[in-house]
C-alpha cells in the first residue's frame, strides 16, 4: 500500500464544475504539499500545508491532520486547469517528499 | 531569480553513453533534490543535497548513477553506462531550510 493515495486517479469535468480531489496519507507529516503539471511540462507548486486551509484564486486546500486527509478543490474550472495534480508529503523518519501518483483531471469546455 | 535551470531539455543517447544532466538551484537555497519521473513509478526522490553534502541517496537506482555538488550554484547528475531503463524526466528542486520546493522544467532523457 502506497503511504499517500490520492482519487480519483482520473477526472474529467465541464468547464465551469466544481472540483475535489482527495489525499490521503498513512505516515507522520509535517507538511503536506500540492503540486501540479501540466502534459509535457515542469512541476509547480501550489501549495503547502500543515493545518488548516489556504486559498489561492479559484484553488483550495485544506488539511485534518487527525484523518490524514486533504482535499484540493478548484472552483469554476476552466481548461486550463487540466493538468496532473500531485499530493506529496514530507513525511516518514527522514522527512523527504514522498508522492502521489497523481490525478489526471480533463476540463472540458 | 529565473528559478531552478535544469540543462539539457532533452537528450536522447545511445545505449552504454555517458550522460550528464545539469541543475542551477535558487541562489540562497541550501537543499537541493533530484527526482525521477516514470510512467510506471511516478516522482521518486533520487538523491538530495544539504549545503552541498549528500544527505540520502538511497534513492539511486544502481552504481550506474552519481551526483555531485562541487558548489551551492550547481549540481550534475550522472548515468554511466546508460540503459534504455534509465528513459525517464529527470526533475531537479531546490529548496530553502526544506520548507517548499521549486522544480526545474527537467530534462527528457531518452535511452536507445
Known amino acids: 500500500k502506497n503511504e499517500v493515495e490520492q482519487s480519483p486517479q482520473n477526472l474529467t469535468a465541464q468547464e465551469g464544475e466544481f472540483i475535489t480531489i482527495n489525499c490521503s496519507y498513512s505516515?507522520?507529516?509535517?507538511?503536506l504539499h500540492w503540486l501540479q503539471q501540466h502534459p509535457g511540462g515542469g512541476i509547480v507548486s501550489l501549495f503547502m500545508l500543515s493545518s488548516g486551509k489556504k486559498k489561492h484564486g479559484r484553488l483550495i486546500a485544506t488539511i485534518n491532520i487527525q484523518e490524514k486527509h486533504s482535499s484540493l478543490h478548484i472552483t469554476a474550472s476552466h481548461p486550463r486547469d487540466s493538468a496532473v495534480y500531485i499530493c506529496?508529503?514530507?513525511?516518514?523518519?527522514?522527512?523527504?517528499?514522498?508522492f502521489g501518483t497523481g490525478t489526471l483531471l480533463a476540463v472540458q469546455p | 531569480d529565473a528559478g531552478v535551470i535544469q540543462s539539457p531539455r532533452h537528450e536522447v543517447t545511445e545505449m552504454g553513453q555517458e550522460v550528464t544532466l545539469r541543475c542551477k538551484p535558487i541562489?540562497?537555497?541550501?537543499?537541493l533534490f533530484w527526482y525521477r519521473q516514470t510512467m510506471m513509478r511516478g516522482l521518486e526522490l533520487l538523491i538530495y543535497f544539504n549545503n552541498n553534502v549528500p544527505i540520502d541517496d538511497s534513492g539511486m537506482p544502481e552504481d550506474r548513477f552519481s551526483a555531485k555538488m562541487p558548489n551551492a550554484s550547481f549540481s550534475t547528475l550522472k548515468i554511466q553506462p546508460s540503459e534504455p531503463r534509465d528513459s525517464a524526466v529527470y526533475f531537479c528542486a531546490s529548496s530553502l531550510n526544506n520548507y517548499g520546493y521549486t522544480f526545474g522544467s527537467g530534462t527528457r532523457l531518452t535511452v536507445v
Open positions: 506529496a508529503v514530507n513525511g516518514g523518519a527522514t522527512n523527504k517528499l514522498i
Open positions: 505516515v507522520g507529516i509535517s507538511a
Open positions: 541562489s540562497g537555497h541550501d537543499y
